[in-house]
Structures are given as C-alpha cells and as structure tokens.
C-alpha cells in the first residue's frame, strides 16, 4: 500500500502530468471565451447556447474539429487528474497542505472531469442541450426523498461559490498561485483579467444559483436552466442586455485569465 501511494504521488507530480495540466487551464480559458462571445451575441440578438456545451459546439464545427475535441479532452482529463493527486495526497510543498485548498483541489477535479465528460460526449457525437439537462436533473432530484433539500443546498453552494469568485476577484487573492510578470504592462494585464473575470465568473455563478432555488420554491424545474438559462433571465431584467454584455466581456477575460494562470501557473 506504501509503495503504491508513493508510485501515486510521484505520478501526480511527474512533469508530464504538470505540462498537460497546464494545457487543462488554456482549454478552459478557450471555451470561457467562447461562452463570453456567445454571451456578447445573446446580448444583442439570437445566439446559441451561452454555456459549456455551446462552447464545445462551436470547438466541434472547426474544420479540425475532432482532433480538437480530443486535445481538450486530453487536456480537461489531465487537469482532474492532476488536482485530485493535489487534494487526496497532497501538494510538494508542506505550506500548500492546508485542508481548504485541497478540498478546493478536490473541488476542481470535479468540475474538470465534468468538462472533460462533456466534451468526450460531443467526441461520440452525443452531444446534449444543457438547459434541457439541468431541468431534467431538478426534476429527478425535486421527486426524490429530501430531494428539494439538496437542491436548496445546491442552489445555495453555487451561490456561495459565486460570492467566493467575487471575493478573490476584489481581494487579487487569485495571485498567489501565480508567478507575476517583473515588468508593468504584463502584469497589469495579469491583474485586469483576473479581476475583472473573477468578479463576472462569480456574477454568472449567483445568478446559477439563484436560478436553481428559485426553480425549486416554485416548483418549476423548467426554471433551473444552467447557465445559458441564467444569462437569458439576465438579459430579460432592465438594462438586461447592457448587464448581459458587461458579464460577458468579463467572461471573456476571465478565459484569458486561464490562459496566463496556464503560462505562469505556480506548481
């Protein structure tokens, strides 16, 4: 058992798992600036799906297509891999090791294994509607024994996750996993793009979970539509489509975040 953990430790510190890793962060910046543009166009017309498998469409529909599909997934898979090494056996250096961000390790394994499930999907050509996903999943969950507790508490992690995004976003505490640039213009745009996606990234994940209690009160899963849903409910409020383009244009730099967290991502 000691010799496998420590195989297991090793492998998830190896420098091939750290490089794809790294390619897992500027996979996802792509589609965050996808989601963005789609989001942009969804402001001021009809669009697609302003969320993860929209993203993946648009990958899809290039000329090299699958072969994009696959790096990406590649990619995404690595990443999970990766932070759940982080979460269950820990960080090289002992001053990583704190409880909180290895459970947010964890976290991201998660969410980066369902992006990479998601973009295996459209690989096998199962490529699904999100919104009508997330409405089929509140309604399993609403009929299901304490089923509108948990998603009460869904709707209220996502949320709290959203104001956490928000948090970092005003704090910059989001560069302490990063090795900022010594000259001035890269590393003022280090900062703007961090802050500025930060702040919408958390926006975009309230107005999710929001949507997901809302739904549940109500009793109308039809509500709890994910996040292009969210960001069409955003666009009907007053002043919807300027708020929708300012969330957009910060969903934008937030993918451009990603992509220089992948360049100058401290490991």
């Not at 648009?58 to 090494?85: I, K, M, N, T």
């Not at 704190?98 to 991201?108: F, G, H, M, V």
């Not at 001035?184 to 802050?195: C, D, E, H, S, Y």
Request: hydrophobic letters at 55%; charged letters at 15%.
């Amino acid at each position: 058992m000691r010799k496998a953990a420590d195989a297991a430790e090793e492998a998830s510190n190896s420098r091939t798992l750290r490089i794809a890793a790294r390619a897992g962060y500027a996979v996802s910046g792509v589609f965050h600036v996808l989601i963005g543009v789609i989001a942009f166009q969804l402001a001021f017309g009809p669009s697609g799906e302003a969320d993860v498998s929209g993203a993946v469409a648009q990958l899809a529909a290039q000329p090299v297509g699958p072969l994009l599909l696959w790096a990406s997934f590649g990619a995404c898979a690595a990443l999970a891999l990766w932070q759940l090494g982080n979460g269950i056996l820990g960080y090289r250096k002992a001053a990583d090791n704190k409880p909180a961000k290895r459970l947010s390790a964890i976290t991201q394994a998660i969410v980066f294994a369902g992006l990479a499930a998601t973009i295996m999907s459209f690989v096998l050509g199962r490529g699904h509607n999100s919104r009508a996903a997330a409405s089929d999943v509140t309604v399993t969950l609403m009929r299901a024994p304490f089923g509108i507790l948990l998603l009460l508490g869904i709707g209220a992690a996502v949320m709290i996750t959203g104001v956490v995004f928000a948090v970092r976003g005003f704090r910059r505490t989001f560069t302490k996993d990063l090795a900022l640039s010594p000259h001035r213009a890269p590393r003022k745009f280090q900062l703007v793009v961090g802050i500025v996606g930060y702040i919408a990234k958390g926006i975009a994940l309230l107005l999710v979970g929001l949507l997901v209690i809302i739904a549940t009160v109500r009793a109308q899963p039809e509500q709890s539509t994910g996040l292009d849903g969210s960001l069409r409910a955003l666009k009907e409020q007053p002043y919807g489509p300027y708020l929708l383009a300012a969330v957009a244009l910060g969903l934008i730099a937030y993918g451009l975040f990603l992509m220089v967290k992948a360049r100058t991502l401290k490991t």
